[in-house]
């Protein structure tokens, strides 16, 4: 079976391509067609359960109500959902109250989901934005539902607005809102080259990641830039997070021939660092210069404070929920948003 | 009119305290009987301002719909309401995470209301709750709807169950899930006291709060506890964010006597204290102790690590997720849930 052109369409082997009928759903679901109905038109009548396994033979087989049953599904809800990979980061918060205060303004609630790595959490909203649980989404996870970061299987049948924020999702036809962390890293890459740094280590994002794999292009378009060779061996694991800084701390500690700046690509991961090398009797940037990346707010009061690029993310979050506000009220949308960034040059990179 | 006995009765001048009726609602957000009904039973076919001003009056009125208008509203929605001071608050992401994952694991989604200050958008969610559009609320802010902190002016009536998390609401007959914030202001006190300290300043919260207030009993508490006296001249004003904390410094760099240390009572204070002593050529704990309340990630981080109290931020979200998910599955819950903390002893704290 040639799937190239029915990406969105059910595959179960066998099944001639055609759009997904209710006796599918009941099947996958392992329930009867009258439940099937009652799940989207009175799911206070069907047992958590079966709502649920319902719901996620909706999103797995792409089927779309008959429209009696659409238009009492299609209610508007005036619910938006946010899809996060990881609630507790601190960087999302400035980042929700963009997204809040917007959507409240125009008339809608925000459900936030946090998916914390988990698949089936992952598809449990999948099929909720399926099944028209909300109006709209906004995606701040890197991929659409149902498909790998890299793209890979078929994304669920979704037919409510959504829009990806911060993290892109190549090849997804949806407004995307983000800055460009490519250029913003060639920059910094290029700020500390420019101070005399020719041995600039690189703490990186998680392996996949859309944001690493652009801070990294852009770490060594800088390097270029200025005319210095790209060394794997100055590349330091890491995945955005305090303690995963600390631990490049404790590589760079460790080196014989340590590095004069280290450029890691958050601020969490800069604080964690600075803080190995503290311990460890390093003075920064006296002997070793550090740099940043997002400006939360405790990156102006670190000791000390933290040079960084600065992301606008209050203005990221309420450019999301414009671009989804406008789709959802029948406008249109830019496919592409960029804000700009800004080098923020304070004290933790020193010349060398 | 005495309205000792009936503060969740409508308040309109000359009116008979009796239950509100929905020409009292119709009339006070100047729409038809017929428009409020719609506003409940399909609100999608009334417009988005109409549907707000219906609310707002139901809210205000303490209407309560009649059996059949009722059950179409009170079909489960299986959404609860976070109603959270200020979303932006780093302190709040490990508490939303808590929450959240709990609420997930029983078949809940999570809807947040960002208060922001803003009496208009409080309003809109009472409104929102009193119609039923959630099956419960979980309460960080302080008080009950259409009230003060200080418990003046009347409840707006909900009939769904709430819980109270983290800023305790007196007098509310709902599970509160907290901390004993005195206690522990307390025990910081005295471990200051016991490494000599003699001159301790004090950097509160917003006045008003009942953080602050606790807090504030507990380091009076542990002064006299100590065997000191109480100063007013060391307390100083702050309001748990950092810039707060970067002014209660200033106030401090330029006092003739200094204090030897310092209790700010978030770690976000603590951390922009301790920006502007160290940018007026002050070593900490060399020359001032500084310690925190909360134990946020860069606490253990900042340099020096800050002393701190460790709130149990996930745990807290989890309690109280758990409590009101009894309520609405029918069973009880305990009226008070107290979570441990624990004095958590780093380097910005030492002996005189």
Chains 1, 2 share one sequence.
């Not at 809102?177 to 060639?186: G, L, M, P, Q, T």
Request: net charge negative; proline share 6%.
């Amino acid at each position: 079976m040639d799937d190239i052109g029915h990406k969105d369409r059910p595959e179960h082997e066998g099944i001639v391509v055609r759009a997904a009928r209710i006796q599918d759903v009941a099947k996958l679901a392992d329930v009867s067609t009258a439940t099937v109905s009652r799940a989207l038109a009175t799911p206070e009548r069907v047992s958590p359960e079966a709502r649920a396994r319902v719901l996620e033979a909706i999103a797995k087989t792409g089927y779309v109500p008959n429209p009696a049953a659409r238009t009492l599904r299609s209610q508007k809800t005036y619910m938006v959902l946010v899809v996060l990979p990881d609630l507790a980061n601190t960087f999302f918060s400035k980042i929700l109250r963009g997204i809040e205060e917007t959507l409240f303004e125009a008339g809608y609630g925000m459900i936030i989901s946090d998916l914390d790595g988990s698949p089936e959490k992952e598809a449990h909203f999948a099929a909720f934005t399926a099944a028209g649980r909300v109006d709209g989404a906004i995606l701040l996870n890197g991929h659409l539902f149902g498909q790998s970061r890299e793209g890979e299987g078929n994304p669920a049948r979704i037919t409510i607005p959504l829009v990806a924020l911060c993290e892109g999702i190549p090849g997804a036809d949806i407004p995307q809102i983000e800055i460009d962390n490519r250029a913003a890293a060639s920059r910094m890459t290029q700020h500390l080259a420019s101070l005399g740094h020719r041995s600039i280590a690189y703490v990186s994002g998680p392996p996949g990641n859309i944001l690493e794999r652009e801070r990294f292009q852009g770490f060594k378009d800088g390097l270029a830039a200025s005319g210095l060779p790209f060394d794997p061996g100055l590349l330091i694991a890491g995945d955005y997070t305090i303690e995963s800084g600390m631990r490049a701390g404790q590589d760079i500690v460790v080196r014989q021939d340590r590095p004069t700046a280290v450029f890691c690509t958050s601020d969490e991961m800069a604080i964690g660092l600075m803080r190995t090398l503290f311990s460890a009797g390093l003075s920064i940037p006296t002997d070793i210069s550090v740099a940043g990346f997002d400006d939360i707010e405790f990156a102006a009061v670190a000791e000390p404070a933290l040079t960084t690029i600065r992301q606008p993310r209050r203005e990221l979050g309420q450019a999301a929920a414009s671009a989804l506000i406008d789709l959802l009220q029948g406008r249109s949308s830019p496919k592409r948003i960029r804000l700009e960034t800004e080098l923020v040059i304070r004290d933790s990179v020193a010349p060398l």
